[in-house]
């Protein structure tokens, strides 16, 4: 592994560290051609490696003070556009790869419903084969992108009684007759994300649009997790590292007790930790990513890596951790609407949910080290 960045990554980070200030809508990040990131060459897509991938969206969270849209541009790249690529068709990554790498269309990946959240593949929504079609029902919780996705990655069972091993994944388009979108309960944060619940109602899916084998849904999944577990946080690392300069700014500036703040060790101590996790987060992600392009770094020895489920837990971690510490070097003025803090914070806490909550990273890994 080379720590050394090149020019090329020097000016893919640049870019969007500069371009990410100006963001402020989808449109904007598909101008900066993020959602091309990842998606092959010949799809129009810029074909970046992991590692330069994470590189960019650490730059472009440092530019752009919107969480919320980098998450959902996260989960249409990680959850939908990339398993496209490793797993569709030809027919199907040149039907729908040139459009979201474009950032034209929005893709969705539809999997939690209301009695399967942690236990992801306990779900309920059935895939009934019909013919050369399915006939696919159920209804799909807290999808991120929903309200505008052209395109849904749904996970259902050919049959229940084969449990996690009868999930298969179909593409649904929007429009499609026996698909809908309803209201999602209002979150806390991540506002710029929006989610919805995806219905599916005796809809009929032909069988060109099921997304690899029958009974690949699992594998699709981890193929998924992998890639979002690493990559989804990364802009994180770029807001911390703002919020870490601002409050060193502050730290400098600020006067009580005649003295600058950041003489008093309690706040220069936070400081410091927040210094500590970015390097910490931002190590541990980029050796993810490196892996993601490389393939283990133990030599094999572990068929599983547990590195992306680790990302994941210190990378949502940390940022609630900074964001908290960030609140009390400000003070009062932490606390205000103004300050944006409180929204950062608010964001962060539904990253430790989102793709997993930290409970079920560790439960993962320790599952992966062979002690559970
Ligand atoms: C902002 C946001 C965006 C989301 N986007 C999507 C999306 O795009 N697509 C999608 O399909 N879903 C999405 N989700 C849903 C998300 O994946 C689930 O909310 C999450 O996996 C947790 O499931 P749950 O809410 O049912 O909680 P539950 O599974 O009911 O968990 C409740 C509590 O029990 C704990 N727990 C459960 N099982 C274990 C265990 N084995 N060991 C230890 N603790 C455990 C959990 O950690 C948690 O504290 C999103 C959620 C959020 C908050």
Excluded at 40 to 66: I, K, M, T, V, W
Excluded at 260 to 278: E, T
Aim: glycine share 12%; hydrophobic share 40%; charged share 25%.
């Amino acid at each position: 592994m080379d720590l050394a960045w090149t020019p090329e990554q020097l000016d893919l980070h640049a870019r969007l560290r500069e371009g990410g200030a100006a963001a402020s809508d989808w449109q904007t990040l598909a101008d900066l051609r993020v959602m091309a990131l990842a998606a092959p060459g010949e799809h129009g897509g810029l074909g970046q490696s992991a590692l330069n991938c994470a590189l960019a969206l650490d730059g472009l969270g440092y530019g752009c003070r919107d969480i919320g849209l980098l998450i959902a541009a996260g989960a249409h790249m990680w959850a939908v556009g990339l398993p496209l690529a490793r797993f569709g068709t030809p027919e199907q990554k040149a039907a729908c790869l040139p459009g979201l790498s474009a950032g034209r269309l929005v893709g969705a990946h539809a999997i939690t419903e209301a009695e399967s959240g942690s236990d992801a593949l306990a779900l309920r929504t059935v895939a009934r084969r019909k013919g050369t079609t399915y006939v696919l029902t159920g209804r799909k919780r807290f999808i991120t992108n929903a309200p505008e996705a052209d395109l849904f990655l749904v996970y259902a069972n050919l049959d229940s009684r084969l449990g996690f091993t009868g999930v298969t994944t179909f593409l649904v388009e929007r429009g499609q007759p026996g698909v809908r979108v309803e209201a999602e309960q209002r979150k806390m944060g991540l506002n710029s994300c929006h989610w919805g619940q995806v219905v599916l109602d005796e809809c009929v899916v032909p069988e060109h649009m099921r997304l690899g084998a029958e009974k690949q849904g699992p594998a699709i999944f981890s193929t998924v997790m992998a890639w979002e577990r690493t990559l989804l946080l990364a802009p994180l690392l770029g807001a911390m590292e703002r919020q870490l300069e601002e409050c060193a700014d502050r730290a400098r500036t600020r006067r009580q007790f005649g003295k600058r703040i950041g003489s008093f060790q309690s706040v220069a101590n936070r400081i410091v930790d927040m210094r500590l996790r970015l390097e910490t987060s931002r190590g541990l992600l980029r050796s993810a990513a490196w892996e993601l392009d490389h393939g283990p770094t133990d030599g094999g020895r572990q068929t599983l890596s547990p590195l992306p489920e680790l990302v994941k837990l210190q990378v949502s971690e940390a940022a609630v951790a900074t964001f908290e510490d960030a609140m009390q070097i400000f003070g009062g003025q932490g606390y205000t609407q103004e300050a944006g803090i409180e929204e950062r914070l608010r964001d962060a806490l539904g990253t430790r949910i989102s793709s997993g909550t930290s409970d079920m990273q560790r439960d993962v890994v320790a599952a992966k080290l062979g002690v559970r």
